[in-house]
């Protein structure tokens, strides 16, 4: 099962909002990642968790707050967006160990900052 | 943040043609990577290559690593409708985890 799950699918929010994307897998994967996706480029790296433990921050703002809770669910909480945040947000897992870099995806979740 | 070179950027071809994309580096990768993504999905995985020289097949798709490592090629095989969408390369070096990604090669498929 090479499985990622995210909800919610769509999110529509204003500036003032504070809400929260929620990621899961069961692959056994120990790094979890979020990237931001702009329509028709490459995903950008956000954040890394390896261990449940924040091992890469992009210089993301401080108005996108990542979480891992456990080994198998990440969340991301968003506060006082901006209209240029709207993009796809995508989770990905993989394993930890150096011999094996394969990424999985989830579908990700279309967000619209109003 | 850093990106690979990716070609062509965009290709119009038709049912049944066989089609090639490459990816380009500055710098050594250890692991290539190939995606497609569909309008509003996330990237699925195709292929990954570990080894310079590398050559993989999933169906009608052929990936190679470079023996220089620093480019990866992509053939797909008769191109068949359900082959549209956007083809990403990615590559891994260095002591992160952290892939790199290409610039995106977007690919139409006229019946």
């Known amino acids: 099962d090479t499985e990622v799950t995210q909800t919610p699918k769509h999110l529509v929010m204003g500036m003032t909002n504070k809400k929260s994307l929620k990621c899961e897998q069961h692959?056994?994967?120990?790094?979890m990642y979020w990237y931001k996706q702009k329509a028709k480029k490459p995903p950008e790296l956000m954040f890394v968790?390896?261990?449940?433990?924040?091992?890469i921050n992009e210089s993301v703002p401080s108005r996108f707050s990542p979480e891992c809770p456990n080994s198998s669910l990440l969340n991301l909480h968003l506060h006082a967006l901006q209209p240029e945040d709207s993009a796809l947000y995508l989770c990905?897992?993989?394993?930890?160990?150096?011999?094996?870099?394969?990424?999985?995806f989830g579908p990700g979740t279309r967000l619209t900052v109003t | 943040g850093q990106q690979l070179n990716q070609s062509p950027q965009s290709m119009f071809i038709q049912e049944g043609e066989d089609v090639s994309m490459n990816c380009t580096s500055s710098s050594i990768f250890n692991t290539w990577l190939w995606y497609k993504q569909d309008p509003g999905e996330g990237p699925v995985l195709l292929i990954a290559l570990y080894k310079a020289g590398e050559l993989t097949s999933n169906g009608r798709l052929t990936a190679q690593f470079g023996i220089t490592r620093k480019d990866s090629f992509l053939n797909i095989s008769a191109s068949i409708p359900s082959d549209v969408g956007i083809y990403f390369c990615a590559g891994q070096g260095g002591a992160t985890n952290k892939l790199i990604f290409g610039t995106g090669t977007l690919l139409a498929v006229q019946p």
């Open positions: 990905a897992s993989s394993q930890v160990n150096r011999a094996d870099y394969e990424q999985y």
């Open positions: 968790y390896s261990y449940e433990k924040l091992s």
């Open positions: 692959m056994g994967h120990r790094a």
